[in-house]
């Protein structure tokens, strides 16, 4: 694949959405997985541009009464082609919104790899062609997880308004839900990711090894390298024993573990999954999307938490951000607040992959962009990511809606109590913290 600046990927698909030459194909009825209640009707189908989708439609939906909810998942660890299978299980994960009463669509996008302007395309694209084959909805709800929240904020931006017969009018979302998000733009929600690389390196001293080509670090992974996840998740427990049982660690690798973790402040479930993100991820966004340029910059970080916070911060490797990388990044990915409609967001305090802090990273983008009252966040007590309690997805759904059709804006007092009323249905508990409010991102991942 070319190397090309994330600008011109994002040019790219705005010139394919427009062309006769990249046509998607017509729904086509399908199983739906068993996860999905059974009286429901799915469907797939090709986008046109590489990309796959999955529609289901819970049984006697209506457009002119019904609700659609678009879909924009979480990675984007995998970096190779798009796969009908990868739509299937988020369809599968989400069944919860079918379930509820709600049609869902979900887009695959064209590649795996990094790229959320055009991850907002192909969702934006996939909702153009439910609107073709199943009629305009009474209301369209924009769902992003994880990555996928980042795709939803930029979306929500890149179609705040749209071309109309008589000039620009609101776009096509009517209200936003942001699960579990990586909020900070890619300029900020992967800066504890580069403090990682360089952290387990200075500990562990195998990512690369001393007789492996070296290579500064913030390029992921040299491109002609063999290295397998399979082969690092072996390296990472030789350093650190986070594979075994704490009994069975050496004390040296307790002091490795410890320190990177405590340093990084992630849990140790979550160390060899980050170290995979920080290799593989960021061998595709700086070699394949930046033209080899390092968006990332720690030349100025004092990291603490380690047993000898001086000979760490002297031994670590330091990089410079190239401005141009950071700024087609910021362009690709940053949220600037420039939204029209009304967002709730769920977070889990204890989230292990997206730190709870990056809510108020959003939360401040809104503010800064003056559309704060725009944005209702709610958080639980819980220590996952890709998925939180069942109830508290239709609760979530149900204040936006009421948010939307009468202009009730909920607070997290009020979703909570919603909540309560879903839990006999949904075979779950509510866990939401109503008066939690996340602290600031640079408390948790040193400021640069």
């Not at 189908?45 to 909810?69: C, H, M, Q």
């Not at 380690?306 to 911060?313: F, H, I, M, R, Y």
């Not at 966040?377 to 204040?399: G, R, V």
Request: neutral net charge.
């Amino acid at each position: 694949m070319p190397i090309r600046p994330l600008a011109l990927l994002v040019l790219t698909v705005a010139y394919h959405l427009g062309t006769a030459n990249a046509q998607p194909t017509d729904p086509k009825a399908q199983a739906c997985p068993t996860e999905v209640p059974p009286n429901a009707a799915c469907y797939t189908g090709e986008d046109g541009l590489g990309g796959f989708y999955w529609i289901a439609l819970p049984a006697n939906w209506k457009s002119e009464t019904g609700v659609l909810v678009m879909h924009a998942h979480g990675g984007p660890a995998d970096t190779g082609p798009a796969t009908l299978a990868r739509g299937e299980e988020d369809l599968k994960r989400w069944a919860v919104t079918v379930k509820a009463g709600y049609a869902w669509a979900g887009a695959t996008y064209r590649r795996g790899g990094f790229g959320v302007s055009m991850a907002a395309e192909d969702t934006e694209r996939v909702r153009r062609i439910f609107v073709k084959h199943f009629g305009p909805p009474r209301r369209t709800i924009l769902h992003g997880q994880s990555y996928g929240a980042s795709v939803a904020a930029k979306g929500a931006e890149m179609y705040a308004t749209v071309d109309g017969p008589a000039g620009q009018v609101k776009g096509p979302y009517d209200g936003m839900l942001l699960t579990s998000g990586m909020l900070g733009g890619g300029t900020r929600a992967y800066d504890f990711r580069i403090d990682l690389r360089v952290v387990y390196q200075y500990v562990c001293r195998n990512h690369p090894k001393a007789d492996e080509p070296q290579y500064p670090l913030w390029q992921g992974l040299p491109m002609d390298a063999k290295l397998t996840r399979a082969e690092l998740a072996n390296r990472v427990d030789e350093c650190t024993g986070v594979r075994k049982p704490v009994a069975q660690r050496t004390e040296q690798q307790k002091a490795n573990l410890a320190n990177i973790v405590n340093v990084i402040r992630i849990p140790e479930r979550s160390l060899i999954a980050h170290l995979n993100w920080a290799t593989w991820l960021f061998r595709d966004l700086t070699q394949l999307r930046l033209g080899n340029r390092n968006p990332f910059n720690n030349a100025n970080v004092q990291y603490k938490g380690s047993t000898d916070d001086a000979a760490l911060n002297a031994g670590v490797l330091r990089y410079t951000a190239d401005p141009v990388a950071v700024a087609e990044l910021a362009r690709d990915s940053d949220p600037r607040g420039g939204i029209n409609m009304p967002v709730l967001s769920l977070h889990a305090v204890n989230d292990p992959t997206a730190f709870v802090e990056l809510s108020s990273a959003y939360r401040d983008t809104l503010e800064r962009a003056g559309t704060g009252r725009l944005l209702v966040q709610t958080f639980s007590n819980e220590s996952e990511h890709s998925y939180l309690s069942d109830p508290q997805y239709p609760a979530l759904f149900t204040a936006l809606l009421n948010w939307i059709d009468r202009n009730e804006k909920p607070t997290p007092q009020t979703v909570a109590a919603l909540c309560k009323g879903y839990e006999a249905a949904y075979g779950d508990t509510c866990k939401l913290m109503p008066d939690y409010v996340s602290a600031p991102l640079a408390s948790r991942v040193p400021p640069r």
